[in-house]
Each structure stands twice: as structure tokens, then as C-alpha cells.
């Protein structure tokens, strides 16, 4: 399909606001931009200031999460939710979850307000990442109306509460749930967002249909031995740190024989001291798989070996659970939509892809149906400052959301 220039030139919109909400970052080495900060605050008000020029009246939800209306064929009709994350993880690109809210805008200031089935909301979610108080996926979460009122007694690395900090935000912390949405009043959720894996571009394709989203568990483990000075034989030492890379190496080795993906991302000891053996060693573990029950077997041959590296070094050894989410499955009817949307954009035969990213969609399932349009982005580098994306996958990407939008209408 060759685009034309208005096409090229909505893209081109979308890239250069990319630019302006990477400015709004609370570190000056990288973008990073959390929940309830003042740089979630100033992106809220600059996508509001793009949805009005959309035609949208848009309001700030009772979790911070930005969202815009369009009516359909009368007021008050259920509604299609278009959108993605705001927020970011540290020193991240400028395109993970923010393509999609800027998509969704671009796509809904095409459609003339009273035309589909169906009202368009865009929601632009507070929090996808969860890097500031642990738990993730807080925005869609209480939008799905899963939100837990003890959340609100999470810390930052501050010590600031998500309580405090959402006073601070303007909200009120004990009715962060009211942004729950009745599922009655959805038809379904859309997400465009970069692939964050290199398999689009390997196959030489702008965009695909993604099947399902991996089901992940977060831990932190800590091992425990003793500190001592740097002079103790080898024979009466205790190093947490010494049985946290072993663990560490057997984490990858059994991972990657299970085909789970595993990633320690934060690790610390203490005392923390060159001449100090170190006493604890605290990791994180993120474990992803297609099933539950493959993530779960993988823990258990990993939990089984750091038991075993533990004992032999006589360490003791304790596991908190953070996080937990299952498997997710796109519909079926959002999936074809999708591919619909693909399709109209010249792709006779679309790409499907399984996710192993976590996303807004996962925690969206809980309260309606969920479909998701990955977008080529260059080597699969995500997470990264080095995200970066084809003004013409935009463009694509823009036209078969918008024609994924129009299927569903005409279901
Ligand atoms: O962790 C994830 O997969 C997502 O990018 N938040
Ligand atoms: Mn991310
Ligand atoms: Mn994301
Ligand atoms: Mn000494």
C-alpha cells in the first residue's frame, strides 16, 4: 500500500507528540516518567489538550488514568476502549505504551461523533510499569475494577505512600477503585503497541495480530548468611552473594530449558561494604510463560535448586510473591477485528504473535474483552532510549486500528 501524505503527515503528528512527552521525564538521563508524579500529571494535561482538538471533552478517572469520550449512534451507549500506558520504566524509550494512547487519539479525531454502534473511549492508563510502588498495571487495574484499597499503603523508594502521592496528585486515595467501569457499559478494549520483540521485523511485517499475553509471576528472594570480615577463611564463610549467582545462573539455565523467559533485574546485598562478606543477597525474579502451569513448573525447578544452592553454603533462604498474573487471551472476535484492520492495510495474511510483554489489555481482560495490534519497532529493542519506529509503520498502524475499529462496528 503506498501512503499518501495525509497518512504519512498523521504519523508524523504522532512521532513529533512522542517528542514532546519524552520532555516531560523526572531524570535527566533518560526518560522516566511514574504513576502520580508531576510528570504524569503534565502528560495527562498535554494528551487532554490533543483529545479536545479530537472533538473530546476529556476527564481525569478517579485512578488518574486520562480517558476521552466519542458518542456513537446515540448517547450512552456501551463503549470500545482504545488505548495504552502513559507511564514509564527508567530510562525507557518513547514509544512503549504511548504509540497506542496517541494512535487511539489519532484514530478517534477520524471518525464523526453519533456514526458507530458503539461510543469510542481513549484511556490513557496512570500506571502500566508499576516501577514506583511494586504492584503493576495500577491504572488498568482499577479501571477493570480489580484495585485492592491496601495498595494505597504501598512506598516508593522514598518512602512516599501511593496514598500520599495520589493526595498529592489531586486524588482522593480511598476511592482510587471508583474508576472500576461496570462491564456492562464496554463492548471491548483495543491496544496498539510496539511488539518489543524482534519478530515482526524478521518476518518484514509493519504489524500483527497478537493471540495471547503471557501469564508472569514476580518474586524477590532473599538469601541469607552471615557477615563477616573479609580475613574469615573459605571454609566458615556464609556469602549470600556467592549462593545468589549460582542461583542466579541456574535461574537462566532452567529457564531457558523450560522456555520460560526469566529476567533478575534488581539485585542488592548487605552490608554493601568491599571489606564485608556479603550477609544477604536480595534478588528479583520476573518469570513469563505461554501457560500458568509452564511459569509455575519453571518456579518449582527453580525454587527446588535454590534450595539445594542454599543448603550446600548454608544459607537460609526466604521467597515474597509481588506480583501474579495468568495467561491472557485476546478474544476471538477482537483478534479477527484486528486482522481485519491488518488486512485493510494491504497485509494479505497477518502475522500472529503470543506476547510475552506485559500489557494494559491483561489486566483489562478482567472486566471485557481484550484485542491487541503490535507495530514493528527496530531490533526489538525495548525498555531502552534506543526504542525507535518507521514513520510509515505508524501511519499503518493508525489506518488498521481505525479499519479494526470499523469491523467491529459492522459485526
Ligand atoms: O513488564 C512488562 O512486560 C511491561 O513492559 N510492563
Ligand atoms: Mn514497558
Ligand atoms: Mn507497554
Ligand atoms: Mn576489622
Redesign the pocket.
Known amino acids: 500500500m503506498t501512503l499518501t501524505t495525509a497518512q504519512l503527515a498523521t504519523a508524523q503528528v504522532i512521532l513529533d507528540r512522542c517528542d514532546a512527552l519524552a520532555t516531560h521525564s523526572s531524570s535527566q538521563t533518560g526518560i522516566e516518567r511514574v504513576y502520580l508524579s508531576p510528570e504524569h500529571r503534565a502528560v495527562n494535561e498535554l494528551a487532554a489538550e490533543w483529545m479536545r482538538e479530537a472533538g473530546l471533552a476529556p476527564w481525569q478517572d478517579a485512578a488518574g488514568n486520562l480517558c476521552g469520550r466519542l458518542e456513537g449512534s446515540s448517547p450512552g451507549l456501551p463503549a470500545l476502549l482504545l488505548g495504552s500506558h502513559l507511564d514509564t520504566v527508567p530510562g525507557a524509550g518513547r514509544y ?1 505504551g504511548i504509540l497506542g494512547v496517541l494512535a487511539a487519539i489519532a484514530v478517534v479525531s477520524r471518525v464523526p461523533a453519533g456514526e458507530l454502534p458503539f461510543a469510542l473511549e481513549i484511556v490513557a492508563f496512570g500506571d ?2 508499576g516501577t514506583r510502588f511494586g504492584a ?1 498495571l495500577l491504572g488498568s487495574r482499577a479501571l477493570a475494577g480489580t484495585w485492592r484499597p491496601e495498595w494505597t499503603g504501598l512506598v516508593d523508594k522514598d518512602g512516599i505512600s501511593l496514598g500520599d502521592a495520589a493526595t498529592a496528585f489531586g486524588l482522593d486515595p480511598d476511592r482510587l477503585g471508583d474508576a472500576a467501569r461496570d462491564p456492562a457499559s464496554l463492548v471491548g478494549y483495543l491496544e496498539a503497541h510496539i511488539e ?1 520483540g524482534p519478530l515482526l521485523e524478521d518476518a518484514g511485517r509493519a504489524l500483527g495480530v497478537v493471540t495471547s499475553i503471557a501469564a508472569a509471576r514476580r518474586l524477590l528472594v532473599t538469601l541469607t548468611g552471615e557477615a563477616r570480615h573479609c580475613a574469615t577463611p573459605w571454609i566458615l564463610r556464609h556469602d549470600a552473594l556467592l549462593g545468589a549467582s549460582e542461583a542466579i545462573l541456574a535461574i537462566e539455565r532452567i529457564a531457558r530449558e523450560n522456555g520460560s523467559p526469566a529476567t533478575v533485574g534488581h539485585i542488592s546485598v548487605q552490608p554493601d561494604a568491599v571489606n564485608v562478606i556479603p550477609g544477604t543477597a536480595e534478588f528479583s525474579l520476573d518469570l513469563r510463560d505461554e501457560s500458568a502451569e509452564g511459569r509455575d513448573l519453571t518456579w518449582l525447578a527453580i525454587l527446588a535448586e535454590i534450595e539445594r544452592i542454599a543448603a550446600d553454603r548454608g544459607l537460609g533462604v526466604a521467597v515474597a510473591e509481588a506480583h501474579t498474573a495468568p495467561a491472557v487471551q485476546c478474544a476471538a472476535e477482537l483478534r479477527e477485528a484486528i486482522r481485519a484492520g491488518i488486512r485493510w492495510t494491504g497485509d494479505a495474511d497477518p502475522l500472529e504473535l503470543h506476547s510475552i ?2 500489557h494494559d489489555a491483561m489486566a483489562i481482560a478482567a472486566v471485557t474483552e481484550v484485542g491487541m495490534l503490535f507495530v514493528r519497532c527496530r531490533g526489538g529493542i525495548s ?1 531502552h532510549a534506543d526504542e525507535s519506529v518507521l514513520l510509515e509503520d505508524v501511519a499503518l498502524a493508525v489506518d488498521a486500528l481505525q479499519a479494526a475499529v470499523l469491523a467491529r462496528a459492522a459485526r
Do not use: R
Open positions: 512503549d502500566e510499569e503493576t518489543q510483554a506485559g525498555h
